[in-house]
């Protein structure tokens, strides 16, 4: 009896040590956007907000966004339903986090090692869009609608190729386990999948930036055209919500790419014989860290430069050109994998 | 696992699903002066795979069924002569199929390879040894069927039957797939040899007759027998006529193969319980077939009420026994042969903007061309079964096998209705040849559109000699079941 | 032990939403909740097998049909706006379908009541260890044994594929559309010729 409860305890505490840092990371990651957007276009960004009196450099401003939103009155609309709109930005939070569970952070830092991690990141990710979808539609407003129904035909739209480049990720590695993923790229940068699987590798970074909605696919926001599309009706702390979901789901992009197409933990000094025992060629936390932080740079980076895309142009990106690239490069890795070509399937 | 024999006992099929494929990507490319290439591929995949499928007969050595890809596909001489007539009645109606499409500029390359798709399907239907197997030969016909009928998308009533078709077909599939769950639960097994020994060795079979009156339900669906032929009349009607001569052809050839697999083959055990049942559908759909088509004045509606009093005779065979189901394969194939020419006559007459739909448009045929008139008057006269034409030597044997099995009031009411029922055939032979032209429009046919059709036509008349070979090769196929 | 009426407890947990969702989403007059709903039932469907140790096939009932089968659904149903103008539940047809389910029931009942009357078969599914993977047993079945019927189910898949493209890709004459590949393709040349000419004289009488 005890046993059981106190693995219930060092479960929840292990959600919690994934969960807060993550949270954190949301937090300053809305920062950096605005810091590193405004440098990029020749403004300053946040920078007056800071701890007791002293600037540091706009640090505090997450902190007192999150006082903010959490201080203001979600407004419900008229005739919405009322349930359905309260219950939406639960459940993108909800989904957002719930992929978190089978991420590894390194050999030994994963909440839950299960078998088939791959196909649950799909599955929990494609949930994501049931958020989007009811919040359009319970908030019974012709902008949140539109915003929804778009957000519902991307999403779908994309998961196709996201799901093929995993599929390619799979035949590469033999294996569902994420973990195992990681360790099938063992032996250097030149190992890594991205060489052999690139052109999967590139679609399944802009496939993932179109499944969390950001520019330049932001179609389902589009605030010049649909004002903010699914989440026009929210304010507070439910709008607070869908922000935390859509910034958790970027990080977990970009760490997902860093697994399964960089290698992970593993270090890019690996396998070069001047370093062979120094610490920079061992695997750490801090390599995967670093190689998500770069996907994460890139979101901003792509959106502060590029201009949003049509609606048909998005679809035609995702059904016309990736889709038969994931396909035709599904079986390229097949053929490379069977009749072990070049040094990654050896 | 699964290795070169069991790819190559499945060789035909591999054959036509490859060439389905090819058919799509070369009608992809192809520039539309060029198109006549499609129909040759189509033409040489059903050649091809025949010769294949015969080799393995022709061989010095005997020929053994065998099963391949651990007992989810058999490859016997039941099946093999169904795929052959089959590979013969989708020869004809692709070169009817071709002078349609052209005429109404409906020529795409999709038409031959669904149609190669729907043939996959047959072939695996009458050659499935599994349950999931014959259920995914049947969806894979159904799907293509849904789309050809409703290949002329712009035309209203095309589109109708389509979604007539898809929403019953749908239906019945779920009856079927519902009842071979039941199946499946009962016997614990998905091979029909399985399941064969658990309905014969079961004491409490209660599961299994649930579960078999769904199956026939299922299948008397797909058959068109009454009382669940509604769609038929509409789908026959509605469907450019290509695509009528399609369905109406070589699907009967396999759904009678289904019904043989799961019927005899995986329930036979249960033959009594389904006898009965049976024998309700058959007099059913004689009865309703014939009165209804009666009243018809639109030929393709016509024909549709005389296929589903044609399913009723072929429904007797399977009350019969081993020889009620050979007859009944003698019997479904002739009519194979029949009903693509009948539809192949239909397709010929309407030509470039015209559509030969009411039995009035076939007013003078004697005198606009006599050997069309003649072709039509064979394959009619025989299918309301007039000596000396073969359709009244198969419906003869089935009678027969009916009435060895002691059911003579069946045997009198089929008698009586297929004598009601030569009163509508008449009828379009008199209109063809007493009535007086209203066009003189000459009938303009491709050569090997006119080949089939004799084949077809003659073969009425040829097949009575060849009866008793025929009715052998029925009987051993069965017999090797 | 505790760790042995978890599953249990959890197990009609789940099979209570199912059934509980899975009559909802017949009974309420919402399309939209009814669609909501039927997520629920597969959700909770899901976790049962989940409770069975099959995570792959559960996993993939989110993925395929929550994920995207329903998705696709909600968005029509919303598309459509489709306003209830039935009185009752189950569009009118209530008595039918009530007597079809009562014979159902009674059926089933009758069927396996001999068995349920016998008890229950003790738990006869295997625990298996932690390292066996689910995945792989499937997949091995899924490639040797059904190879046939799985390729089929391919099979019908592209013709699926095939027929809904026939059906819906029409190319209208008269319709404007864009070339990417084509406007990616043009050239400053193409549109616009720099002429390298000398400088006119001023003339006069322009500014005046």
């Given at each position: 009896m005890m046993e059981q409860i106190w693995v219930l305890i060092w479960t929840l505490l292990k959600i919690v040590a994934v969960v807060l840092p993550l949270v954190l990371t949301v937090a300053y990651l809305t920062y950096a956007e605005r810091r590193i957007i405004g440098f990029m276009q020749g403004r300053m960004g946040p920078n007056r907000v800071g701890f007791f009196g002293f600037k540091a450099w706009g640090l505090g401003q997450p902190f007192a966004d999150v006082v903010k939103l959490l201080l203001k009155e979600i407004v419900i609309p008229d005739r919405s339903s009322k349930f359905l709109f309260l219950l939406a930005p639960v459940i993108s939070l909800g989904t957002a986090f719930a992929a978190w569970a089978v991420v590894p952070f390194s050999d030994s830092l994963v909440l839950a090692d299960i078998d088939a991690g791959l196909v649950y990141i799909l599955a929990m990710t494609s949930l994501g869009v049931y958020g989007v979808i009811i919040a359009g539609w319970a908030s019974n407003s012709k902008y949140a609608l539109l915003g929804a129904m778009r957000s519902a035909a991307q999403i779908i739209s994309y998961e196709l190729p996201m799901g093929f480049a995993l599929v390619g990720v799979l035949v590469a590695a033999?294996?569902?386990?994420l973990k195992e993923i990681v360790w099938a790229q063992h032996g250097g940068l030149l190992h890594w999948f991205w060489l052999p699987l690139f052109p999967l590798f590139v679609i399944y970074y802009i496939s993932g930036v179109a499944e969390t909605n950001r520019a330049p696919f932001d179609v389902a926001e589009g605030e010049s055209e649909i004002v903010a599309g699914f989440h026009v009706e929210y304010s507070g702390s439910a709008f607070a919500l869908f922000f935390l979901a859509e910034y958790a789901n970027m990080i977990l992009v970009s760490l997902l790419t860093a697994i399964m197409f960089l290698g992970g933990w593993l270090s890019p000094f690996e396998g070069i014989d001047a370093l062979q025992n120094s610490w920079l060629a061992q695997p750490h936390v801090f390599w995967l860290l670093t190689k998500s932080a770069i996907f994460l740079f890139l979101y901003l980076w792509l959106r502060a430069t590029f201009p949003r895309y049509r609606y048909d142009q998005i679809m035609r990106l995702g059904w016309k050109v990736f889709i038969p690239i994931t396909l035709v490069w599904i079986l390229v890795v097949a053929v490379m994998k069977v009749f072990h070509i070049g040094w990654w399937f050896d | 696992m699964f290795g070169w024999s069991d790819l190559v006992t499945a060789l035909p099929e591999i054959i036509v699903l490859s060439m389905a494929c090819l058919v799509l990507l070369v009608g992809l490319v192809l520039k539309p002066e060029k198109d006549g290439l499609l129909v040759s591929l189509t033409m040489l995949t059903l050649v091809f795979a025949a010769l294949v499928t015969l080799r393995d007969h022709l061989g010095a050595e005997a020929f053994v069924a065998r099963e391949a890809f651990n007992g989810a596909f058999v490859r016997d001489t039941f099946g093999d002569v169904l795929k052959l007539f089959m590979y013969m009645v989708m020869a004809a109606v692709v070169v009817f199929a071709k002078q349609y499409l052209r005429n109404r500029s409906l020529f795409k390359g999709e038409y031959f390879s669904l149609a190669l798709f729907a043939l996959v399907g047959m072939m695996v239907m009458v050659s499935g040894n599994n349950l999931v197997t014959l259920y995914l030969g049947l969806e894979l016909l159904a799907l293509s069927s849904y789309a050809l009928v409703a290949f002329d998308r712009n035309h209203l009533k095309a589109t109708e039957a389509a979604v007539k078709y898809f929403v019953l077909g749908a239906l019945a599939s779920g009856m079927l797939l519902y009842g071979l769950s039941m199946v499946y639960g009962a016997a614990g097994s998905l091979q029909l040899q399985n399941i064969a020994q658990a309905a014969a060795t079961q004491p409490d079979a209660r599961l299994l007759i649930l579960g078999l009156v769904f199956v026939l339900v299922g299948v008397a669906f797909k058959l068109g027998a009454a009382p669940f032929h509604m769609w038929v009349p509409d789908v026959y009607t509605g469907a450019p006529t290509a695509t009528t001569a399609l369905i109406a052809s070589a699907p009967k050839l396999a759904a009678f193969g289904l019904a043989v697999r799961l019927l005899g083959e995986g329930l036979g055990p249960l033959q009594i319980h389904w006898q009965s049942m049976v024998a309700i559908l058959a007099v059913l759909s004689i009865v309703i077939g014939n009165l209804f088509a009666i009243q018809q004045t639109n030929i393709k509606r016509l024909f549709a009420y005389s296929t589903i009093s044609h399913i009723g005779f072929m429904l007797l065979g399977f009350v019969g026994g081993a020889d009620g189901f050979a007859a009944a394969m003698f019997y479904i194939i002739t009519y194979a042969l029949m009903a693509a020419g009948g539809f192949g006559l239909l397709i010929v007459l309407s030509g470039k903007g015209v559509e030969v739909e009411n039995i009035e448009d076939l007013k003078g045929l004697n005198q606009r061309n006599g050997w069309l008139a003649f072709l039509m008057l064979l394959i009619i006269a025989s299918m309301a079964g007039f000596p000396p034409l073969v359709g009244f030597v198969s419906k003869l044997w089935v009678l027969k096998a009916a009435l060895d099995a002691g059911y003579l009031g069946l045997t009198i009411i089929a008698v009586i209705f297929a004598v009601i029922g030569a009163f509508y055939y008449l009828r379009v032979i008199k209109v063809m040849y007493f009535d007086d032209a209203q066009t003189d429009e000459a009938i303009v046919a491709s050569v090997d559109a006119r080949f089939f059709l004799n084949v077809l036509a003659i073969a009425q008349l040829a097949l009575v000699l060849l009866t008793p070979m025929l009715l052998d090769v029925c009987s051993s196929a069965i017999a090797a079941l | 032990m505790i760790s042995d009426w978890i599953p249990v407890v959890l197990f009609y947990a789940f099979a209570g939403v199912l059934l509980a969702s899975a009559l909802a989403v017949i009974t309420v007059r919402n399309s939209v909740y009814a669609a909501l709903l039927l997520v629920l039932a597969f959700f909770s469907a899901a976790a049962l097998w989940m409770l069975l140790e099959a995570e792959f096939l559960a996993i993939t009932l989110v993925l395929v049909y929550v994920g995207a089968v329903m998705v696709l659904f909600l968005f029509v149903v919303m598309m459509l706006d489709v306003k209830s103008r039935e009185k009752h539940a189950l569009g009118g047809y209530g008595k039918v379908a009530i007597a079809v389910a009562v014979a159902m029931l009674l059926e089933m009942v009758m069927l396996f009541a001999g068995k349920l009357a016998a008890g229950l078969?003790?738990?006869?599914?295997t625990r298996h260890?932690?390292?066996?993977?689910n995945v792989r047993a499937l997949a091995e079945e899924l490639f040797t044994r059904y190879v046939f019927p799985f390729e089929l189910a391919a099979v019908l898949l592209l013709v699926a594929i095939v027929a809904a493209i026939l059906l819906t890709l029409r190319r209208r004459p008269d319709f404007k559309h864009l070339d990417p590949a084509r406007q990616i393709a043009v050239k400053a040349s193409d549109r616009m010729r720099v002429i390298k000419m000398p400088a006119e004289p001023q003339s006069s009488g322009d500014d005046k």
């Open positions: 033999g294996t569902l386990n | - | 078969p003790e738990t006869s599914l260890a932690a390292d066996y993977s």
